[in-house]
């Protein structure tokens, strides 16, 4: 099976599983959240030859497989294992946080960013995607949504996951009150809401482009999935 198919595989396994599927089904399929937080929508939006940025790449899988089809790419991570784990993938991924990218202005056609927005300063990592990407460049971003706190608070059986729920509706709720998260590692979790980001897209010159639909928890969404182009001329 080439690459390619293999990655057409795994949206399609992704899209299976029903956006509308009851919250109660969703806690009760494990492979759920995986599946959904693995979709390669992204792929669509970064042809084959594109320059993507994978911010917070992880052991740099969704950049591996944008390469598997043709693109071109680097990873920047603050994880030293992940970095270990995507250079012996032969993966160009240097050191350096969402806050601070290491590439010119305008020099990618496109950005990834897979579920590290919690973990940086929103604004200043906002700032440093739209910096780095191109007039009509797009980021394609995967967020955590308030559905995935409360089923992680309500539902899961691991204590801990409970507890990492709870420490995302504090912080999220700190955030939206007084501009501020819990201190040092209890810091380390927030949810993101439609509105807040669509605060920080207007503020950096991004405009959302296609919102495609995840499952909800008690009607709320578990994971927020946005394409994204930076303003400017378009191609
Ligand atoms: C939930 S993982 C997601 C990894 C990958 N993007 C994926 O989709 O599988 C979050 C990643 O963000 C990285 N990270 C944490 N703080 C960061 C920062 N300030 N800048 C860039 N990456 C950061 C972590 O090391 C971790 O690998």
Known sequence: MSKRQSAADLGARASRLKPEMSWAAYALDGRVNDDYFRTN?????????????????GSGWRLE??????GRGAGTEVDEQSLVEARAKGLNVVRA???????????????????????????????????VLRPGGRLEAYYLGVGFALR??????????????????????????????????????MYVTHRRLAELYARHGL?????????????????????????GVSK
Not at 41 to 54: A, N
Not at 65 to 70: N, R, S, V
Not at 208 to 229: D, K, N, W
């Open 41 to 57: 929508s992204y792929l669509e939006s970064f042809p084959p030859g594109s320059f993507v940025i994978d911010v917070g790449c």
């Open 65 to 70: 497989e944008h390469i598997a089809c043709g």
């Open 97 to 131: 946080p969402a806050e601070s990218l290491p590439f010119e202005t305008g020099s990618a056609d496109g950005v990834i960013f897979s579920g590290v927005l919690p973990f940086t300063v929103e604004d200043q990592a906002f700032a440093e995607i739209a910096r």
């Open 152 to 189: 992680d608070l309500f539902v899961n059986r691991d204590v801990r996951k409970r507890y990492y729920g709870l420490r995302s509706l504090v912080n999220s709720v700190m955030m939206g009150v007084a501009n501020r998260k819990l201190p040092g590692k209890y810091g380390d979790t």
């Open 207 to 231: 405009i959302l482009r296609a919102h495609t639909p995840s499952p909800t928890f008690m009607g709320q969404p578990v994971f927020i999935y946005h394409s994204v182009e930076r303003s």
